[in-house]
């Protein structure tokens, strides 16, 4: 029986690996937007989804300026199948 990954049920990190799962990769300022939060929020978002292992971040150059790029992971993806698994459980029972 799936578990809800209390990791993930943060809604605002629900959201960065939901958006994620839909891309390859991601620019740090597209999912602030995405998100609508700052950069100091997001990034404590990313760095505790990354010290779990379900998001990886690469910086590069992008038309001149520096930038940095999010990744959903193998794993993060796992992690976030489970947790919709569990979700659609709770919700099932609903009436």
């Known amino acids: 029986m799936p578990e809800l ?11 960065v690996v939901t958006t ?10 597209t999912l602030r937007a995405a998100l ?3 950069d100091s929020v997001l990034s404590k978002h990313i760095s505790a989804l990354a010290d779990a292992g379900y998001v990886r971040s690469r910086k ?8 940095t790029w999010i990744a959903l ?10 947790h919709v698994a569990a979700l659609r459980q709770l919700i099932d029972v609903v009436d």
């Open 5 to 15: 990954d209390p990791l993930i049920h943060a809604p605002a990190r629900l959201q």
């Open 20 to 29: 994620l799962s839909a891309v390859s990769e991601a620019e740090f300022a």
């Open 36 to 38: 609508e939060v700052s």
């Open 60 to 67: 590069g150059v992008q038309a001149g300026r520096r930038t």
């Open 73 to 82: 992971t193998s794993t993060g993806r796992k992690a976030l199948r489970e």
